[in-house]
């Protein structure tokens, strides 16, 4: 599925040293899978959220992400003669990540919305709003991002570079789910996932969601990881060992999740785990 892109060795150094250049160099990696869909990054974002809270605060209506029976009925119009600059445009994040994770924490705010709940309310009722997918490194938003582009070519649709794990390295705070409480736990695929800003606490899965990777990835996404991560020989073996003991056993069938896809993991491409 094409060559393992060469990695120069300074850059590697600086890779082991320093996860945002180890996440940037594994996103890179990837990226070419969705090839169009523009991208945002975690700073952005933040920036765009601040500027629609602070629409909302003055002018509910303008700030709204709803639509339809969703939207309150509109007070009456302004008397002044001269119409008021445009609103920039109100801004829905949606993660596409499986639920496990999400109870982990999420981004922030009543902007965030789950996949299914997206799809739910019908991605044509967000015509004029930035739509931005999220995911953990960036490769499963950005393929929902692209098909939500191929889908609905009206939607403003944007990949979250580097996804939470960039958030996280921006110093950006995160939510529990349950009751919205701030926290600094942030779900990651294993110890080789751990790209994670300082001082966030790193969660893996003790039954991990890698063994549900996709098979997709390509080699040169696979050499690039391994390249970034350092390889580990040893936890690899002990991987291979528990993936082949687990074959072993029966199990009951899986119904697959409609929409959802992993990120490309640690344990498929030979990552530390």
């Not at 499986?98 to 996949?115: F, I, R």
């Amino acid at each position: 599925m094409g060559r393992e892109p060469p990695v120069n060795k300074d850059a590697k150094a600086a890779a082991a040293a320093d996860p945002a250049a180890k996440l940037e160099e594994l996103y890179r990696g990837f990226a070419h899978r969705f090839e169009g869909v523009p991208e945002v990054t975690a700073q952005e974002v933040y920036a765009w959220i601040t500027s629609s809270q602070q629409v909302a605060a003055t002018d509910p209506q303008q700030g709204s992400i709803l639509s339809g029976s969703e939207q309150q009925q509109a007070g009456p119009l302004s008397s002044s003669s001269s119409p008021p600059p445009p609103p920039p445009p109100a801004v829905v994040l949606v993660d596409v990540r499986s639920h496990a994770e999400q109870q982990v924490s999420v981004l922030p705010g009543s902007t965030t919305l789950t996949q299914k709940q997206f799809e739910a309310r019908g991605p044509e009722t967000f015509h004029g709003v930035r739509v931005v997918c999220y995911c953990t490194a960036g490769y499963r938003s950005g393929m929902y991002a692209a098909k939500l582009r191929r889908c609905h070519s009206h939607l403003q649709v944007y990949n979250m570079r580097g996804s939470i794990l960039a958030w996280t390295q921006a110093g950006l705070p995160l939510a529990d789910p349950r009751d919205g409480s701030h926290t600094k736990r942030v779900h990651v695929f294993s110890e080789g996932w751990a790209l994670q800003g300082d001082g966030y606490e790193p969660v893996v899965f003790r039954r991990p969601l890698v063994s549900l990777a996709l098979d997709s990835v390509g080699a040169a996404a696979q050499g690039l990881l391994r390249a970034v991560t350092g390889g580990g020989g040893r936890h690899r073996h002990a991987a291979a060992a528990g993936a082949q003991a687990q074959a072993q056993q029966p199990q009951q069938p899986q119904q697959p999740q409609q929409g959802h896809q992993q990120e490309p993991s640690g344990k498929q491409l030979g990552v530390d785990s």
